[in-house]
């Protein structure tokens, strides 16, 4: 993109910023990023397999939904190249005691309770009678319209090379950031991005700077998310989490359903939930596509083993577990994630050379080496029989792990130079 061209993008991008927020004026302001790193990878010379996209009209396209969990051993995981993942670290909240708002607070936990998969979250979390919130997620997580709900088939194309994650700009210079390290990944073949939120940001301001990865020819991938720590609230308000996702769907070319807070290692999702958030995204846009997760790792159910969250036609599915260097084969795809290993377009998570490679479990290794690695599995990834790749930034840490400035956020410099 030429600079008369990202000048117009990201004055069009601040234009639509409400009044009261911030403009991003400061295009010119470039922060210091190592270019130094060369692809030397050539994906040409590699064979991959062919993927058929389905063509059929949506009506006609069956994809069963796939809600369950099993245990693997550990001699699977060692014949297969597959590194033990140990979560990032995590605070369990404390137990809500109920009877200090007694007895209208018994009485909505007694609702809640039968409705709910995941009680580990459940019985963290703040619940008030005093909140209209609650009520009204009882209400959803009873309702037909969120319970009985089959969402259609919408065909995702495939070949996606997604870089994660982008977060709403805290001010003009993470916005000018946010431009220099898109520019950075898309001269190395990346066409996609993941954008994340909690509904505690701007909408305005993340909205702008959505409108701006598009106008540099990126496709966007949007999430619900929030802080990787058990803390974190989930159900929020769910009129502004409808807002967020309508207006974010409105824009976006496919909705992940969970990421950090409420990826499958720190939150099990039930049906009324995950269709609220495909019914609301689907308010900006009836045709957005859904991703689905094949996750490999620990959860509230099992300390170490496969669970999924593949709902009924998912147009593709984030396959978590295989992206290090011997674990990216046919053979780990088919022996972990076999419910899943024929679906037409799986979306392979390139992680590194291990689990939290640059934080907790540091290899010593450069930006450009981690990246070589990182390229390469994306490769490997393909070959296994995925359509498309999404790959950390970093580490996948997050800065969690000592030094905060090692985060994922594409708003940020990694590492802080």
């Known amino acids: 993109m030429n600079t008369i061209t990202k000048t117009a993008a990201g004055a069009a991008a601040a234009a639509a910023v409400a009044a009261g927020v911030a403009l991003y004026s400061a295009f010119d302001q470039e922060p210091q990023i190592d270019t130094a790193y060369v692809d030397d990878v050539q994906p ?39 590194p033990r993942v140990q979560s990032a670290a995590v605070a369990t909240p404390a137990v809500t005691d109920a009877a200090a708002d007694m007895p209208e607070a018994v009485s909505l936990l007694k609702t809640l309770l039968p409705l709910i998969r995941d009680r580990r979250t459940l ?24 319970t009985q709900y089959v969402p ?25 950031t946010m431009q220099s390290r898109l520019d950075y990944y898309a001269a190395r073949g990346y066409n996609a991005v993941l954008v994340t939120f909690d509904t505690t940001g701007n909408l305005p ?18 999430a619900y998310a929030g802080r990787e720590d058990l803390r974190e609230p989930v159900w929020r308000d769910p009129d502004t989490l409808r807002r967020w996702l309508s207006t974010l769907g409105g824009k976006a070319d496919a909705l992940l359903l969970g990421w950090r807070r409420t990826s499958l290692h720190l939150f099990l999702p039930d049906r009324a939930f995950t269709n609220f958030l495909i019914r609301s995204a689907r308010e900006g846009n009836p045709d957005l596509p859904f991703i689905g997760m094949a996750y490999y790792g620990e959860t509230a159910e099992t300390l170490q083993g496969i669970t999924y969250d593949v709902p009924e036609n998912c147009s593709a599915v984030l396959v978590v577990g295989l992206g290090y260097p011997r674990a990216s084969t046919r053979t780990a795809l088919r022996t972990l994630f076999p419910e899943v290993a024929d679906h037409p377009h799986l979306i392979g998570l390139a992680v590194g050379e291990k689990p939290y490679f640059d934080t907790q479990n540091a290899t010593g290794k450069s930006r450009a080496e ?25 580490d996948g840490s997050d800065g969690a792990y000592g030094d905060t400035t090692k985060t994922e956020n594409l708003c940020r410099v990694y590492g802080g130079k």
């Open 44 to 82: 040409v010379t590699v064979e991959t397999p062919k993927i058929v996209v389905p063509s059929v009209a949506a009506a006609t396209v069956s994809i069963p939904a796939i809600d369950s969990f099993r245990t693997v051993s550990s001699f699977d995981l060692e014949s297969l190249g597959v």
């Open 205 to 222: 301001r993340l909205s702008a700077a959505v409108d701006y990865i598009k106008s540099a020819g990126f496709r966007v991938v949007i």
């Open 370 to 394: 981690n990246e070589a690695i990182q390229r390469r599995i994306e490769i490997r990834l393909l070959q296994a029989g995925c359509a498309s790749t999404m790959t950390y930034s970093g």
């Open 123 to 146: 019985l963290g979390s703040d619940i008030s009678s005093n909140s209209t919130a609650w009520q009204r997620w009882a209400a959803i997580y009873q309702d037909a319209e969120y």
């Open 152 to 176: 259609d088939y919408k065909p995702l194309a495939p070949g996606l090379r997604i870089i994660n994650e982008v977060k709403c700009p805290a001010d003009a210079a993470e916005f000018s």
